[in-house]
Structure formats: structure tokens, C-alpha cells
């Protein structure tokens, strides 16, 4: 709403905000390998003024969290503008079918070589390196899979950087080679976010941890080293 009365303050604009939504995975021994895993998976509402995004659709199942998510907010379904998919695998797209029913108007994006392999009777758009999406810089970031891609917040310097690179214990990791397409590339991808100057580094397994560029630097040395 426009304020034309120049004896009343004008509203400031919303300030960039996101809220994380968080799901547990437990993997049995044999599924991806020898031992049983346990890990988190995080998908986030963000935005400001130009409109709310998902990034990610979660697990199957997680509409209820998301919608939780949306009531923290003070937000409804309807208000959702776009779902961006950083990857194609089961734990970022499972909750999609679900999401797109409760949220048909929402424009839904990924990178486009994980588009093919993506189950949706919902279009899904391409994104290049360079995009935006309400404010968020596409990075094609391949190698996890090939269509993998993170978002850059250009005003606030929030950065997601999807499953390139995630936190265990206060510290930063790989993720598992047994989930990475190409390691190679993925490497190369981790140069490219390294380069960057964000203020937060967002993972979509693990919380945040302090200094992530500097962490993110150690981590790739320290493979030059070995």
C-alpha cells in the first residue's frame, strides 16, 4: 500500500529475513553404505518486499512444517511467489507435489540439467548462472548433481549454498562421496563459492558455524595439502 499522506512516516520496507524449516533422516546400514546415518535436512522461507521464496520442497511429507513455518512468519500458503530446487534428490524435492498443490501460483525453478530427473506434473522453469529470483543470485554450483545451484542474497550477502557444502559439529564438510555426482566439478564449485564475500553462509545440512569463508578456504587448502 502506497502512502501518499506526507504528514505520516513512510513505512520502512521489509528488511531480508528467512526462517529455516528443519527434518530429520534416519538411514538404515546398507542404504548408502555400511553404517546407519542420521543427519538433518533444512529447507527456508526468505524474502522481503518483492516476495516470499522456498528454497527447497523438503522431504515428502513436510507441507505441515512448512506451513508451521509460514504461521511463524504471520504468512499463508497464497503468499508463497516462487519454490526454487537447489537439487533433484528425494530429501530437497520429495515435498513437492504437496507444495505445489498449496501453493499453485508459485512459480517453481531449477537448474536445468536436474530438471529431467525432477518427478513433477508442475512446469518447472530453468535457471542460469546470473538469474534472480526476488533479489537472489543463481550460482550454478554442479557436482552434487549436475544441475546443483546456490542463491546469493545480493543486498543482505546471505548466501545458500544447497548440499555443496554442509556443517557436522561446528565444523564445515564435505557432503558424502556416495551422494556426489561428480567430485571433480563439485570441487570446482566449492572454489566458486570460495571466492565470494557473503555474511552468512546457509547449508541445507547443519546450522551455520562462525566464519564460514575462512572455514571454507581451510577446508579446500587442506585438500591441496593432501
Known amino acids: 500500500m502506497t502512502n501518499n499522506d506526507p504528514g505520516k512516516p513512510r513505512a ?20 548408502a553404505g555400511a553404517l546407519e546415518l ?45 519454490l526454487v530446487l537447489t537439487h533433484s534428490h528425494p ?4 515435498g513437492l507435489a504437496e507444495v505445489a498443490s498449496k501453493a499453485p501460483a508459485a512459480a517453481i525453478w531449477a537448474g536445468g540439467p536436474d530438471i529431467p530427473t525432477i518427478p513433477s506434473d508442475t512446469l518447472i522453469r530453468p535457471l ?11 550460482l550454478l554450483t554442479p557436482g552434487h548433481t549436475a544441475g546443483h545451484l546456490s542463491l546469493l542474497h545480493d543486498d543482505s550477502g546471505v548466501l545458500f549454498v544447497g548440499d555443496t557444502v554442509g556443517t557436522t559439529n561446528g565444523a564445515m564438510t564435505r557432503g558424502p562421496s556416495q551422494f556426489t555426482a561428480d567430485a571433480a566439478e563439485a570441487e570446482r564449485s566449492l572454489l566458486k563459492l570460495s571466492r565470494l564475500e557473503p555474511t552468512r553462509m546457509i547449508f541445507s545440512h547443519g546450522p551455520e558455524v562462525p566464519d564460514p569463508v575462512a572455514q571454507l578456504r581451510r577446508l579446500l587448502d587442506q585438500s591441496v595439502r593432501d
Do not use: K, N, Y
Not at 524474502?47 to 512448512?66: H, M, N, Q, T
Not at 542460469?128 to 543463481?138: E, F, K, N, P, Q
Open 38 to 82: 542420521d543427519f538433518d535436512v533444512r529447507c527456508f522461507l526468505a524474502g522481503g518486499a518483492s516476495g516470499l521464496v522456498l528454497i527447497d520442497a523438503g522431504l515428502e511429507g513436510s507441507a505441515s512444517a512448512i506451513e508451521q513455518a509460514l504461521g511463524r512468519l504471520g504468512a499463508e500458503w497464497a503468499d508463497i511467489t516462487d
Open 128 to 138: 542460469s548462472d546470473g538469474d534472480h529470483v526476488r533479489g537472489m543470485r543463481t
Open 12 to 31: 520502512a520496507a521489509p528488511q531480508f529475513f528467512l526462517e529455516p524449516i528443519i527434518q530429520q533422516i534416519h538411514l538404515p546400514a546398507g542404504v
Open 91 to 94: 530429501d530437497h524435492v520429495g
